[in-house]
């Protein structure tokens, strides 16, 4: 009795991680970038770095200039 509970058990406790496993999976194929498609954007701009760039340093001016006006 003892033996088949725990085979029962462990059915349950391994059919509970595979259906789980199966929604990370899906979840994942659901977010991946399709190939075609982030390879469309990348060639579509070629200042996107440079656009991102500007913008990480135009935020860190900003952020300084509050820093220095917060100051007494």
């Known amino acids: 009795m003892r033996a ?9 406790v391994l059919t509970i991680v595979l259906l789980m496993s199966k929604k990370q999976m899906q ?3 659901d977010l991946a970038p399709r190939p ?4 469309a954007s990348a ?3 070629p ?5 991102v760039g ?9 952020a300084r ?3 220095s006006g917060a100051l007494p």
């Open 43 to 45: 060639t579509a701009d």
């Open 47 to 51: 200042n996107l770095p440079a656009a």
């Open 27 to 29: 979840a994942r194929q």
């Open 54 to 62: 500007r913008q990480v340093q135009d935020s860190l001016d900003q």
């Open 4 to 12: 088949a509970l725990s085979i029962l058990g462990l059915v349950v």
């Open 36 to 39: 075609a498609a982030s390879a």
């Open 65 to 67: 200039q509050r820093a």
